[in-house]
Structure formats: C-alpha cells, structure tokens
C-alpha cells in the first residue's frame, strides 16, 4: 500500500497522539522513531490511497502518518523542525476522519490535528504514481476540493479534463500530449503530430513523465533527495489559468522552459510552480495564464554525429521545443489566452533555448511569441559548437557502449537499444546543440552582430555568483595556483579551445583585479573560504560565471539596444537563506524561487525565502514580491514598470549602451547601477568569443 500526505488548510489546535502498532513495526533499527520525537502529530494532513478501507483503518491511517513520514525524513537525512509555518487561515477545530469520494479509483481520508511546535514540509518517496498525486504534490498546501467540478476546455483533439483548486480559483489542465511519443520508430526523429482524436473526454489533471535525463551535481542546483519518474513517452503540456478563463478572456501567456544543463529537468519540478505566478497576477489585475512542457535532454534530446547530423536528427530538444510553441499558438485560446501575447521564459539552459529561438532558423520570426526573459543565460549562447570531429567521438562512443558500433545502420540500431543501455552510455558525457544548418545556421555571436535575430522586447540578468556551485562541487579541487586557475579555463567548457596567448590575457586578466573589486564582486563570498576550496577560490568562480553568463549576457543586452529593441537588464545579488553566503552567495540557479513567488519553497529541500530571523525573512519576501510583479508587468506590458507596488518608486531603465545600467536586487535595496562591474576582463572574455566557438 502507498501513500501521500499533503498538509490541510486549516489544522485544528488538539493535537492527537501517535501510536505505532506492533503490526507494522519499523523496517529496521535505523528506520525507527528516535527518542527526541514526542509522538504528537503535526499540521493536519491528508492522505491518498488506493481502495476503500473500513473506518477503523482509516483512522488507524490517520493516527499513524507521523511514522510513515518518519521513514521519510530518515531517509532523507532530514529531522524536525521545519521552518515552514502553519498558514495564516489556521482556525481552531476538533479531531475529525472523514471520506470524500474523488472519481471511481481513488477516495480521500482528511486527519485534522496540530502542533504549532513543527510544521512539516511535503514529500513522499513512496513508489505511487495516480494523477491526483501528481496534482497535490506540485500544489503541497492547497486543498484541491470540488473536484466533481472539472474544468473543461475543446482543443484540436478532443475534450480535456483539468482540474480545479478552489483555494486559489485556478484550473489545471496538465499532462497534454503535443506530439507522438517519440518511442520506437520515432526514438531520434523529429517530433510528430498528434495524429489522435479523444472520442471520450481526456483526463488531464496529472503532469506527464519527465524525460530520461543524466543527472548533474551542482550544488544549489540538484536535489537528489527528490525523486521523479522517467520514460520516453514524455513530451507533454501544462497549462494554469484563473478559474473562469474563456476564449473571450484572451490573457497574456507566460511560457517557462526549465533549464537543467540540457541534460536533465522536467516541468513537474516543484520549484517550477506557475501557480503562485498565475495567482500574483490576479492580484496585480493583470491575470496572466502559465503554460510549461517537457522536452527530449541528455542524449535522447541533443546526440549528434555524422550519421545524426546527416538525416538530419540533430537538436531534437531544441525541435520539440518547438512543436510546443506551436502547440500554444493553435490551442492556448481555447483555454482563454491570447496566442499573439506570448512571453517566453528560461533559466541556464532554458535560457539558452529561449535565446535559441530567437535565432533561430536565421533569426526568421514565426511569430510564435511577443517577448523573452533569459534568467542566467543569454541569447548568446555559452554552449559551444563543437566541431564536427568531436560530435563523432561522442557518437562512436555511444555506440560502442550500445553494442551499436558494429552495425551498418547505427541510427536504426540505437532506436531498437534498451533504455538503460542509452541511459548508461550518456552518463559522464554531456550533450549540447550543434550547428545543423536549418534550426542553427551560424554562430550566435555572428548571428546576433549581424542582426539575424527576432527583435522582440527582452528581460535579461545574471546572478552575481554564477559560479561558485560549479567550482564548489569539487571538480577541479582547490585552486591555488595561477596554473591551477589555467586548469580550469582550460578544463570547462570550451575554454580548451583558447589560444596560449588567450589563455594567458584571461587568467592574468582576473588576476591583476584590484582586491576591493574582487571582494565587492564576490559579494558575501570569501576569495578563500578554506582550503578545500583553495586561496584563488574566488577568481576561478569569477571566470565560470563570466564565461557561462556574464559575457554573453552583456554582449546580448549591447546589441538588443544597438538594434533599437528594448532590453531590461538586471543583476541578482541577494543571498537565500537556504545557501553558504561564504561560499555559494547568490550563485546560480538562486533567482529562480523569488521570480516564482515560492513563499514556501515548495519544492526546495531548504526554503529560500524561509528564515528564523523575520527581518530577514521580510526583506527576501519583500525581493521577490517585487521581482515576480516586475516580471508579470513585463509579459502583461512589455515593461517591468507597471508592477503596482505603491512603495517601490524606483524605475526600471531600458538599456542604453551610452548610459548602460542595471536593476540590481540586493539583500537592503532594489537599486539602479551602472553595468561597468569587472568590464576589462569581461571584456576580454567577449574578445574570445570566437575561439570558444560561440
């Protein structure tokens, strides 16, 4: 039997004491309760599970969740307290079990206690996969009632099901098919129409697999406690929108495409909520309905070679991408909105596809959306096109490790491979887009110099430390050494393309920084947190983050005002309460929680926005409050400045390459600043721009 347990709205004040049964005794001794757990339950829960049971059991049920969760938290090397709190709506009640039936499968048991004391974070690693866990999951504290209430919305196919959240007037019609499963046949071919028409109404009212992916371990990035499941049948949309939405409402529509390195990611990554997005923007009178997708990474999505690149079945990701673009121009009015007022989204490689989009086939504009934001990425793109040679070395090695060298058509081979024979091959080796002549046609840097982009209004920053989480995860040791720091130039990305004079400008280049740039630069970062990270730590993470972002992000916002299109620029220095401020800082990644008004940090194994300290708490709720409004007022305006917020005066320039300045977001103050930090080695950077093959 498999459970869920998601935390009600309104947890009464009586709290209700655990027993565990010797029926069901801990699965060993690591697994069992420890002495400082004083078996009182905490905020109300409810459960799902899978058949009827009789009332004793059910309460029996209710009683016992705290053991279950437990096992979680153990498993999880997690222990009580969480610092999330009970929700403002807390109002006191009594003890009560009780069944609300859900749809023909499923049934609902709610058990109402708390303890003020503890407020725990929702999760469960349990091995079950129904569509209303799918749904509770990604919407942790919300009860989603009145589920007799489907939304309903026509599209091409057929008729869709969503589902509806009373507690924040939303409907959710998640799980969308936008293309064929790109399975058997159609494993390494371009994504394929929908060609199937629903004769019964379709239930979409769960998020639909992630794709298979290759995992990375980036600190402030990966979350390996969390757990998702995986299959190529992955290629699916969601849609959030205000309750009530109809063709007539034509809302503006905000796209978010998840990074992920373009090796792994999904759309059901709790921290990718659009729900609190979608109901800020309610707030602010300007509704404003959320749309996501998955889409083919890793291997699966981006393999390329010779044979690859010859049938023309280079960049699948970038094509699926697409397809869903497409997807949302012939269906997002039926779900009330308005195809021509379209905003794309993206974070580190999902920036890096959005700006892949705006180049793409020779900058030509489909008019598949209005407006971009690139958050840590770059219309330019930081993913080098490697060369052709190098493609193949990758391509035979796959092959080799699938048993797949020997074959005469290697494509057809790797179609009939096993999953984990492809999975197994991709891992330690990272897959990226490649010059295919028809999606990408040139260089971004040529592309974008010579104005062959679409000219839309853009929102474009970085992060003040992209780089400490790469460095941070140890893969190039401690850096002490002018040469230590040349290892890794030269180790990371294509920074083994540089010339030796190159080389040497660039590492001397960081070098010869003042020391009082350095450490305004760094931030709350030390230059030498210890040893283990070496006594040049903060240099090297000055060059990853200028390599990854800064630069193309600079370049990129020059030229979008050299063109005469409006660009807002800003610089994300704010340190979440969730990271080392000494050692990650306002790293990668760390934008991501305040531009989705994740109060909670759903989805967070550590709340960002969460602290012991309330001023503390207040000034990063405060950050993002007024990031997610300038980032709503710009899909809804084109203008970050129509954001309603009567204290904050301060107005977002559009950038000037005469006047060039930021909208910096620090931990005290939301200022403007001139946008000339470390400009002599950035500089120098965008100077090699076409040895890194950019």
Request: net charge negative; glycine share 8%.
């Amino acid at each position: 039997m498999a459970y869920v347990f998601e935390k009600l709205l309104d947890p009464p004040q009586t709290p209700l004491t655990t027993n565990i049964p010797d029926s069901d005794p801990p699965e060993s001794e690591s697994e069992r309760i420890p002495e400082h757990f004083d078996g009182h339950l905490s905020a109300g829960w409810k459960v799902v599970y899978r058949q009827d049971f009789p009332k004793h059991e059910k309460i029996f049920l209710c009683s016992n969740w705290a053991y279950v969760r437990l096992k979680n938290d153990i498993h999880r090397n997690e222990t009580f307290p969480y610092s999330s709190q009970p929700p403002d709506e807390t109002t006191d009640y009594t003890v009560d079990e009780y069944v609300k039936k859900l749809d023909k499968e499923y049934q609902l048991v709610e058990c109402n206690f708390n303890d003020p004391k503890r407020s725990l974070k929702m999760w469960s690693w349990f091995p079950i996969i129904t569509h209303l866990w799918l749904v509770e999951l990604l919407l942790p504290s919300w009860h989603i009632n009145n589920r007799t209430v489907e939304p309903v919305v026509e599209i091409s196919n057929g008729t869709l099901l969503g589902a509806h959240n009373a507690r924040y007037h939303q409907d959710f019609f998640l799980g969308i098919p936008y293309a064929q499963p790109p399975v058997d046949d159609l494993r390494y071919e371009h994504p394929q129409p929908l060609n199937e028409s629903w004769e019964v109404p379709r239930q979409a009212d769960s998020y639909g697999f992630w794709c298979h992916s290759a995992p990375l371990s980036l600190p402030g990035y990966t979350q390996n406690g969390f757990r998702h499941e995986e299959d190529e049948d992955c290629l699916t949309i969601n849609v959030v929108r205000p309750s009530g939405a109809t063709r007539a409402s034509r809302f503006p529509v905000l796209v978010y495409i998840y990074g992920g390195g373009l090796q792994e990611g999904g759309s059901a990554d709790q921290r990718y909520n659009m729900s609190f997005l979608v109901q800020e923007s309610v707030k602010m009178g300007t509704p404003t309905i959320g749309v996501s997708f998955n889409y083919r990474v890793s291997g699966f999505g981006f393999l390329s070679g010779r044979a690859i690149n010859g049938s023309g079945l280079a960049n699948l990701g970038l094509y699926d991408q697409r397809k869903a673009l497409h997807w949302i121009q012939e269906n997002i009015a039926a779900f009330g909105g308005d195809p021509t007022r379209v905003t794309i989204q993206g974070e580190s490689s999902g920036a890096l596809s959005v700006g892949y989009h705006l180049l793409a086939y020779d900058g030509r504009d489909d008019e598949l959306f209005r407006a971009a934001i690139t958050q840590s990425g770059a219309p330019l793109s930081s993913a080098a096109l490697i060369p052709l040679d190098e493609q193949e070395q990758m391509y035979q090695d796959v092959l080799d490790a699938t048993g797949c060298v020997t074959e005469i058509w290697t494509i057809e081979c790797l179609r009939r491979a096993p999953v984990k024979a492809l999975k197994d091959a991709f891992q330690q080796r990272f897959f990226f887009p490649v010059m295919d002549g028809k999606f990408i046609t040139d260089f971004p840097s040529n592309a974008i110099k010579h104005g062959r982009f679409v000219k839309v209004p853009l929102l474009i920053g970085s992060n003040l430390n992209e780089g400490t989480g790469y460095i941070a995860s140890g893969m190039f040791g401690p850096v002490n050494t002018p040469t230590d720091l040349r290892a890794v130039i030269t180790g990371f990305g294509a920074g083994k393309y540089l010339a030796n004079d190159t080389l040497d400008a660039i590492v001397d280049g960081y070098l010869q920084l003042p020391i009082r740039e350095v450490r305004a630069d760094l931030g709350t970062v030390l230059i030498s947190p210890s040893s283990k990270y070496g006594s040049m730590y903060g240099y090297s993470t000055f060059y990853i983050g200028d390599y990854l972002v800064n630069a193309p992000k600079r370049y990129s916002t020059q030229m979008w005002a050299a063109y005469g299109i409006p660009v807002y620029s800003y610089l994300f220095a704010a340190v979440p309460n969730s990271l080392s401020p000494r050692v990650l800082g306002a790293a990668h990644f760390q934008e991501v929680a305040f531009v989705f008004r994740n109060s909670d940090g759903v989805g967070f194994t550590s709340p960002p926005l969460r602290s012991f300290d309330s001023q503390t708490e207040r000034r990063l709720q405060d950050i993002s409050h007024k990031m997610t409004r300038m980032w709503l007022s710009f899909v809804s305006t084109l203008s970050p400045n129509n954001h309603q917020l009567p204290n904050f005066k301060t107005q977002w320039p559009v950038y000037q390459n005469r006047s060039a300045a930021n909208l910096v977001f620090r931990f005290a103050s939301t200022t403007v600043e001139p946008d000339t930090w470390r400009s002599g080695i950035i500089q120098r950077v965008t100077d090699a721009f076409d040895e890194y093959k950019f």
